[in-house]
């Protein structure tokens, strides 16, 4: 059992949380959305990507991009996941996110798209 992310209530007045595939997914999503710094006490958590938004587009941004939140994902959440496959998109001011990646001790990959405006 884990604290849900984003941090909120549930129906008692109680943090919520998130079991199993949930909290996995959550974890993911809090991995890739995390900027180096934002972290007080582990200033190195997170995949950088917002980093990259910016650059010039191209084929080795492409892949500097896939390899970056590939290598960030399978350091966080490692013992909890294979990551399979990353595909990174930017238009206008929305990031998107699909990763494909194998839950330990499941026997089915998993494909999840996450979605986030572009800060300022």
């Given at each position: 059992?884990?604290?849900?992310q984003?941090f909120?209530?549930?129906?008692?007045?109680?943090?919520?949380?998130?079991?199993?595939?949930?909290?996995?997914?959550?974890?993911?999503?809090?991995?890739?959305?995390?900027?180096?710094?934002?972290?007080?006490?582990?200033?190195?958590?997170?995949?950088?990507?917002?980093?990259?938004?910016?650059?010039?587009?191209?084929?080795?941004?492409?892949?500097?991009?896939?390899?970056?939140?590939?290598?960030?994902?399978?350091?966080?959440?490692?013992?909890?996941?294979?990551?399979?496959?990353?595909?990174?998109?930017?238009?206008?001011?929305?990031?998107?996110?699909?990763?494909?990646?194998?839950?330990?001790?499941?026997?089915?990959?998993?494909?999840?798209?996450?979605?986030?405006?572009?800060p300022?």
């Open positions: 059992m884990a604290i849900s984003p909120r209530f549930d129906a008692t007045g109680r943090t919520a949380t998130a079991e199993g595939a949930e909290a996995l997914r959550q974890a993911i999503e809090t991995v890739l959305f995390t900027q180096a710094g934002e972290r007080v006490n582990r200033p190195d958590f997170g995949s950088g990507l917002f980093q990259l938004i910016f650059a010039p587009n191209g084929s080795e941004i492409a892949t500097a991009t896939q390899f970056l939140v590939q290598s960030a994902l399978q350091r966080w959440l490692g013992a909890r996941a294979q990551v399979l496959d990353v595909q990174v998109a930017a238009e206008d001011a929305v990031l998107t996110v699909v990763v494909r990646y194998q839950p330990a001790g499941a026997a089915q990959p998993v494909t999840a798209r996450f979605a986030r405006a572009v300022a």
